[in-house]
């Protein structure tokens, strides 16, 4: 009989990471990382080579991940919110005199960072909403001073491009059909004009992806004319517009990322992510290099960053069934450099592996997820929990998991759908989940575990949903909408109200408010049907036992989203558990917090699907309820 494999503590799971992103300098002489302070995420600085890194930032809260290098090669840049409200603002960080500036200290305001240039080093150019916080205007940052300077008026725009000489010369506008217009000029003083107008069904899939080195034309991703979307190159400068250059194309998956040259901007490979990410050059010079960096890992490859001269990569690879390892790779010298796993304890447990599946939904559409098996299990009667994504314009893909391997872990077969409206395989595929919010975008969830469940997998008594975001709002849709399938169900910042959810999304989504109106249906003129796709209105047929958790700060699926559905499961006296966290917003980014949900999660799926539990390393194999 196979070994039951050791429990992996939650700790080494969903506590902070050991290091994470690397990043090197502009210079490519130090090397920056993330890694815990006194148990709260930093960024690192040291030497290429040396061991004598040290932490620059000091946050003692949330902990910081997003950060970049700046091309004056003095400043680090990092991004920080307070309490999980996404009003994001930048920080910089001086590597010589080691003092941090706030840049831009602005009460409820979000910054976004629009671009940085090698050509351009004492300058970043930022977003802001401090006039209107509904759109972002683009401001000059000087960072040697901090000066700001306002250098684009917002007109609409929900993003924006700027070229090579840091001019703002591109941006998206959102048209009231859900549609969008990349507009553009050929300098700041001219008018915008139009370059191309999608309808909804390829907004999803189109956006400006760089301006060429001369400025002349505009790199983009785009499904006009296609079912997936492909990378194109269209002239911007005067007259009416060509038609888009195709330099790459899948015809059912949207190209997933695009690594351009520093200098001149040319598409130099792209990435189509399929069941895996694959790669193809575009560039001939870079194929022995693709070459030697695939052989150094057999996972999938994600370029992180690169020095200015483009000799020295970093890379990061992520497997199913082993932590992420990272890369350098000199391409003087075509080799690479194990530079280190971002939780290396991980290679002391056995993690499972993780397979990609296919089914036909009722209606006969082709639907792909993956399936994560219990290590050492008999692929038979599992309990089984079906992790839904979030977004839902997003997707599952594959690569190492935290959730997947604790669910196995536990015993558990852990089941991702990339339902109909999951992005990435087309925009027939996206537009096939609109208006399917607890339709058939719930069905095919129903039919992946049905699936599941006719092959022998799964135990069809105990089976459970789970997830966040839209995940968390298809846990509730589960528990009302079929609540016989399901045992119990885990509900992570979910929407209980569809209406009440696109009536109360922050400000700077406003602009993009037709999306959901197409996508999902308008509070204004069809509160009816909102009402009838949404898990509060149907919580008399709650039948099983949920676990929600939310947080306070949540920016996108408000505190009231959670509060009204246990208003009303206690009113009707029905089993749940509700835990609150008073500083996070949408998700949990502090291991404390996190280690406190996971903590609850599984002792919840223990006690209704039978699953093992950190804590009952005496008994492992606890017995389903009856």
Known sequence: MAKTPELIPREVLFGNPERIGPQISPDGRKL?????????????????????????????????????????????????????????????????????????????????????????????????????????DVYRLELSSGALEKVAENPGFIAWVADRDMRVR????????????????????????????????????????????????????????????????????????????VIAE??????????????????????????RLEWEVLDATLEDDVAAMRALHPGDMHVSNRDDAGQVWLLGFTADDGPVSYFSFDRRTGEGTFLFHHQPVLADYTLATTEPFSFTAR??????????????????????VLNVHGGPWARDEWGFNAEAQWLANRGYLCVQVNFRGSTGYGKDFV????????????????????????????????VAIYGGSYGGYAALVGATFTPDLFTCAVDIVGPSSLKTLIESIPPYWAPMIAQFHTRVGNPDTEPEFLWSRSPLSRVDAVRIPL??????????????????????????????????????????????????????AESFLAKHLGGRSEGLESRPEVAPPA
């Open 547 to 600: 676990l929600i958790a939310q947080g306070a700060n949540d920016p996108r699926v408000k505190q009231a989203e959670a509060e009204q559905f246990v208003a009303a499961l206690k009113e009707k006296g029905i089993d749940h558990e509700y835990l609150l966290f008073e500083d996070e917003g949408h998700g949990f980014a502090k291991p404390e917090n996190r280690l406190r949900f996971y903590a609850a």
């Open 431 to 462: 537009g096939a989940g609109d208006r399917e919010w607890a339709g058939k975008m719930h069905d095919d969830l129903v039919d992946a575990v049905s699936w599941v469940v006719d092959r022998g997998f799964a135990d069809p008594g105990r």
């Open 250 to 275: 899948d015809p059912r998956f949207d190209v997933a990322d695009v690594v351009l040259h520093p200098d001149t901007h040319e598409p130099q490979m792209v990435g189509f992510l399929r069941q």
């Open 170 to 245: 591109a941006g998206i506008a959102p048209t009231p059909d859900g549609g969008m217009v990349i507009m553009v000029r050929d300098t700041t003083q001219d008018e915008w004009r139009p370059l191309l107008a999608v309808g909804q069904e390829d907004s999803l899939s189109t956006g400006p992806v760089a301006f060429s080195a001369d400025g002349a034309s505009l790199l983009l991703l785009s499904s006009k004319d296609a079912n997936a979307g492909r990378l194109v190159r269209m002239p911007v400068s005067g007259g009416d517009p060509a038609e888009p250059e």
């Open 32 to 136: 920056a990382w993330v890694a815990p302070v006194d148990g709260v995420l930093n960024v690192w600085v040291g030497d290429v080579g040396s061991d004598d890194a040290k932490p620059v930032t000091e946050d003692r809260d949330r902990g910081i991940r997003q950060y970049f290098w700046a091309h004056d090669g003095r400043h680090l840049l990092y991004s920080k919110d307070e309490g999980g409200d996404e009003n994001w603002r930048l920080h910089a960080v001086d590597l010589l005199s080691g003092s941090i500036r706030d840049l831009t200290p602005f009460d409820g305001v979000q910054a976004q960072v629009i671009e940085v240039s090698r050509h351009h080093p004492e300058h970043v150019l930022v977003g802001l909403n401090k006039d209107n916080e509904q759109l972002h």
């Open 363 to 384: 209606d006969g559409l082709e639907i792909a997820g993956y399936l994560t098996f219990p290590p050492g299990a008999e692929r038979r009667d599992l309990p089984a």
